[in-house]
């Protein structure tokens, strides 16, 4: 619901722009997890037209705290002069 709002928003908050910051961090191979196989463009399109994230459990798991930081660093501060934007980054 957030991405769908800031893409609608024409936000610079985009799939990916986060596909980049993921790949800023390293995460163990053992996990498997594919950041371009999840945040490519036709899987990007994909879940926008859903409206939903597309990835297996342990995929977002591993990725979820690093989102974290993405909203609460990135996005937090880039929409809080938008308050209507905002209240989805939090």
Same mark, same amino acid.
């Given at each position: 619901?957030?991405?769908? #709002?800031? %893409?609608?928003?024409?936000?610079? #908050?985009?799939? #990916?722009?986060?596909?980049?910051?993921?790949?800023?961090?390293?995460?163990?191979?053992? %996990?498997?997890?594919?950041?371009? &196989?999840?945040?490519?463009?036709?899987?990007?399109?994909?879940?926008?037209?859903?409206?939903?994230?597309?990835? #297996?459990?342990?995929?977002?798991?591993?990725?979820?705290?690093?989102?974290?930081? %993405?909203?609460?660093?990135?996005?937090?501060? &880039?929409?809080?002069?938008?308050?209507?934007?905002?209240? %989805?980054?939090?």
């Amino acid at each position: 619901m957030c991405m769908n #709002t800031l %893409y609608t928003a024409k936000s610079a #908050t985009t799939y #990916t722009e986060v596909r980049d910051y993921l790949n800023s961090w390293r995460f163990p191979k053992v %996990y498997g997890i594919g950041i371009d &196989r999840l945040f490519s463009d036709t899987a990007s399109h994909n879940n926008l037209k859903k409206g939903a994230f597309g990835s #297996t459990a342990s995929e977002f798991l591993t990725i979820a705290p690093v989102l974290l930081v %993405y909203f609460v660093r990135v996005c937090s501060q &880039r929409h809080a002069s938008n308050p209507d934007l905002l209240k %989805y980054v939090l």
